[in-house]
C-alpha cells in the first residue's frame, strides 16, 4: 500500500512518515513518559499520567497543607467545574453534568432515580454490556422485583426490546468487542417506545464524538480514568438532561445535594441543579485530575483525536490482516470505523498466553479479556503510528517463535 509519497504505508518508514505528518504528535509530551521502551495500549482501561495533573496534583496536595479547612469555599465547586469540563466533550449543556462517585455509584443513582419517578418498568440490557453494568440492574430489579430483560447482541433500533416506562442501560462503545452503537438512532427507537435510557459512555468519551444533546439523550454515566486520563479511581461523571432535573432525585440523600447545604437544621429538601445527584463530600484531588484531563482534550479538540484514532486503528487493522491473521488471529471488532470505538480486539486461542508474553517479554501492553481476547487500546492523545508498527511487529515474532507457550495457561487475578 504506496503512500502519497510512495512510502509503503504498511512499512515501519510509512509508520514513521504518518508520525511526522501528525498535527497531534505534540501531546504526547504532554505526558509523563518514564519508560521509552514501552508501547502503553490500554489506555481505554487507564490513561497516562498528564504533565500537568502531576503538578496540579502536588499543587493541591500542597494547599491541602497550608489552607486545611479554609480551601473549602473553593473546593466545593469542584464537582459542578469538573463537569463543565466534561460536558464540553459529550454534547452536555455547562449544568447538565456533575463529577462524583464512580460509574458504577452514579448508574444505580440514575436508574433508580427514574424507577422511582416513573414507575415499575423492566430494566433491560444486553447480555454482554460491561459486568458492572449489568450487576447494578440484577441488583436493582431484585431490590425492587421489576424484571431484568437481558438480549443478545449489539443493540440495534429496530430490535430493542422495551416498551414504556422500561429502563435501558447501554453502552456507547462495546468495552469488549469496541462495537460503536448509534447513540442517536437507539436514543430515537427507545424514546418512541416510551423508554429511558441510561448511556454509559466509559469507552466513547475523550476518544470520538459524543453529542448527548443533538441526539435528545436523557441520561449518561462515564469514568474519567480511561481516555479522559485522570488516573486511577478518578470519580466519574453523570449527565442529566436539563429538563429532567425538577423531576428525578437521587436515592442517595446526601448533604451534598441539599439545598442551603449549611443550614443543617432542615429536612432534606433537594437543590434544583444537577448538584442534587451529589452526595457526600467530593474528593477533591481526583477532580482536579479529572479537570486537567478533560483540558488535555478539550485542547487536542474531539475530532482531531477521533480522526487520529480511526487511523490507527486502520493501520492496526491493516498489519494484523497481513501479519496476524496468518499466526491464528481474528478480527473481533467491526472493520467499519462508523461501527468501531477507539479499541481493536484481537481473538486468539492463546490470547491468555500471548497477553503475559507481550507484557513480560515485549515490553507492549494491552489487556485480555476472557475468554480468548487480546484488547489493544487506541489512546490517541499520545499513541504513535510507529507505537502500532512496533506493537504488531513484536506480537507476530513472539507468537511465530512460539515464546508465549512458556506462560502459565490459567488467568490471573487482574486481566
Ligand atoms: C470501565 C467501565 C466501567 C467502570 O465502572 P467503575 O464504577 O468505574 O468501576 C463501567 N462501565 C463500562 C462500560 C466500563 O467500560
Redesign the pocket.
Known amino acids: 500500500v504506496a503512500r502519497g509519497d510512495g512510502v509503503d504505508a504498511l512499512s515501519r518508514a510509512g509508520a514513521e512518515a504518518a508520525d511526522a505528518a501528525d498535527p497531534l504528535a505534540g501531546f504526547r509530551e504532554r505526558f509523563v513518559l518514564e519508560d521509552p521502551e514501552r508501547i502503553y495500549l490500554d489506555g481505554n482501561s487507564l490513561g497516562r499520567l498528564p504533565v500537568a495533573t502531576r503538578d496540579r496534583l502536588a499543587a493541591i496536595t500542597a494547599e491541602w497543607g497550608e489552607r486545611l479547612v479554609s480551601g473549602w469555599p473553593e473546593w466545593i465547586d469542584a464537582p459542578a467545574r469538573a463537569g463543565e469540563a466534561i460536558a464540553g466533550l459529550i454534547g452536555a449543556g455547562p449544568d447538565e453534568v456533575v463529577v462524583s462517585d ?4 452514579n448508574l444505580f443513582k440514575l436508574t433508580s432515580s427514574v424507577l422511582d419517578a416513573r414507575g415499575p418498568g423492566a430494566l433491560v440490557t444486553d447480555r454482554h ?2 459486568p ?2 449489568r450487576y447494578v440492574l440484577e441488583g436493582l430489579a431484585a431490590q425492587r422485583g421489576v424484571e431484568l430483560r437481558l438480549f443478545d447482541g449489539d443493540p440495534e433500533p429496530s430490535t430493542l426490546p422495551c416498551g414504556p416506562g422500561d429502563v435501558v442501560v447501554l ?1 456507547h462503545v462495546s ?1 469488549r468487542s469496541g462495537a460503536l452503537a448509534d447513540l442517536r438512532a437507539l436514543q430515537a427507537a427507545a424514546s418512541e417506545r416510551g423508554a429511558t435510557v441510561v448511556w ?1 459512555l ?2 466513547s468519551a475523550g476518544a470520538l464524538p459524543v453529542d448527548l444533546r443533538a441526539a435528545r439523550a436523557e441520561l449518561a454515566v462515564g ?1 474519567t480514568y ?1 481516555y479522559l486520563n485522570a488516573g486511577p479511581g478518578a470519580p ?1 461523571y453523570l449527565y442529566v438532561a436539563e429538563e429532567l432535573h425538577d423531576r428525578l432525585r437521587s436515592p442517595i440523600w446526601g448533604w451534598f445535594g441539599q439545598r442551603d447545604q449549611f443550614a443543617m437544621e432542615r429536612p432534606y429538601d433537594p437543590e434544583p441543579s444537577i448538584r442534587r445527584f451529589l452526595a457526600g463530600t467530593p474528593p477533591i484531588l481526583g477532580l482536579a485530575a479529572v479537570e486537567e484531563g478533560a483540558r488535555l482534550t478539550a485542547e487536542a479538540g474531539i475530532d482531531a483525536l477521533h480522526a487520529k484514532s480511526v487511523a490507527l486503528s486502520e493501520l492496526l487493522i491493516a498489519l494484523h490482516d497481513a501479519r496476524l491473521a496468518p499466526l491464528g488471529f481474528t478480527l473481533d471488532s467491526p472493520r467499519d470505523p462508523a461501527r468501531r470505538g477507539s479499541h481493536v480486539s484481537l481473538r486468539h486461542a492463546d490470547a491468555w498466553r500471548i497477553t503475559r508474553a507481550l507484557i513480560e517479554r515485549a515490553d507492549v501492553i494491552p489487556d485480555f479479556r476472557g475468554p480468548d481476547s487480546v484488547r489493544l487500546g487506541i489512546a490517541p492523545l499520545y499513541t504513535r503510528y510507529v507505537d502500532i508498527w512496533d506493537a504488531v511487529d513484536r506480537l507476530a515474532g513472539h507468537v511465530a517463535r512460539g515464546e508465549h507457550e512458556a506462560f502459565d495457561a490459567t488467568p490471573g487475578r487482574v486481566t
Open positions: 464512580s460509574t458504577t455509584v454490556n460491561f458492572t453494568d453502552s468495552y454509559d466509559c469507552h469514568c480511561k466519574a
